[in-house]
């Protein structure tokens, strides 16, 4: 079939359905995009149940040769990222299916370890690529509410209970208990890119697992990327010319399908989401974006 429609230009081919035109390879592509299981008004969080539903179709697609990750993403929650890398791994080796993941303005902390899931990485030569770190914030309210004479009440069963209660003066013990459980999460990180990336990484360890973060021009040095490019380019030197990229998308968001759109949501969701809103931004800020 395929030979008998070659005299038809490729832009009308591609029209056709798949099964009729088996002289064009196909890599289906999946957007990982922002920041990881933080939720923020009129922005998708980036979560394995909302990215589950995309990853299967694309790696579903029969003859496709690859698959295809656009990932642009700050970072955010490790349990989040963890799941997407190890359900992109497993897919892949079920799928039997190579992965490319394409950095767009940063993969950083754990967008980078969504993006160790694939078997080759590449970036544009200007995203910020790396962040291989573990990092806890927040803020401390006990003095502001002295000042108003605002005085706080927890009542608990366990002595526990209440580490790093914002509202009361920090505790050494608690922060002693906190970086034993930050240092645990980057060794969990640490050796997730030593098992992916070992042999292609050509910097010390106490460099790449500092937390600092590097333009893609340093972090490919460093062997932390495998090329610089984007996708359409790459795909099209790998595949040919004729290479198609379909998009897979999973569900909208919900504030997308609720009822108001837009307005129904901002009246339901401002106030609440108000400080994950500035969180997330907090944590593109910190790459300059």
């Not at 890599?27 to 990215?51: D, E, K, Y």
């Not at 605002?150 to 209660?165: F, M, N, P, W």
């Not at 937390?211 to 359409?232: C, H």
């Not at 990229?245 to 009822?259: A, D, I, N, S, T």
């Amino acid at each position: 079939m395929a030979d008998a429609l070659s005299f038809l230009p490729r832009r009308v081919r591609a029209l056709l359905p798949q099964r009729w035109r088996k002289d064009a390879p196909v890599v289906p592509v999946v957007r990982l995009s922002g920041t990881i299981g933080m939720s923020a008004p009129f922005s998708a969080s980036l979560t394995l149940a909302g990215c589950a539903k995309a990853l299967e179709k694309a790696f579903c697609v029969k003859d496709a040769p690859a698959v295809a990750l656009l990932i642009n993403s700050p970072g955010g929650s490790p349990v989040q990222s963890h799941l997407i890398f190890k359900r992109i791994r497993a897919l892949a080796e079920e799928r039997e299916k190579h992965v490319f993941a394409f950095v767009e303005d940063v993969a950083a902390s754990g967008g980078y370890m969504i993006a160790c899931a694939a078997d080759e990485i590449f970036a544009d030569p200007c995203s910020v690529v790396g962040s291989i770190g573990v990092v806890s914030a927040g803020f401390g309210f006990d003095k502001a509410i002295a000042r108003f004479g605002i005085e706080r009440r927890v009542y608990t069963a366990g002595e526990k209970k209440v580490s790093l209660d914002p509202f009361r003066p920090e505790r050494p013990e608690d922060v002693e208990r906190l970086d034993v459980l930050l240092k645990e999460l980057h060794v969990v990180f640490a050796d997730l890119v030593r098992a992916r990336r070992g042999v292609t990484l050509t910097a010390d360890e106490a460099t790449l697992f500092s937390g600092e973060f590097w333009l893609a021009t340093q972090a490919l040095g460093l062997g932390l990327l495998d090329g610089l490019g984007d996708v359409r380019s790459t795909l099209r030197a790998r595949y040919g010319e004729g290479v198609e990229l379909p998009l897979m998308e999973g569900p909208k968001p919900f504030f997308l399908r609720r009822p108001g759109g837009f307005s129904g949501a901002l009246a339901h969701d401002a106030a609440a989401g108000a400080l994950a809103a500035a969180e997330a931004r907090a944590l593109w800020a910190r790459y300059g974006l």
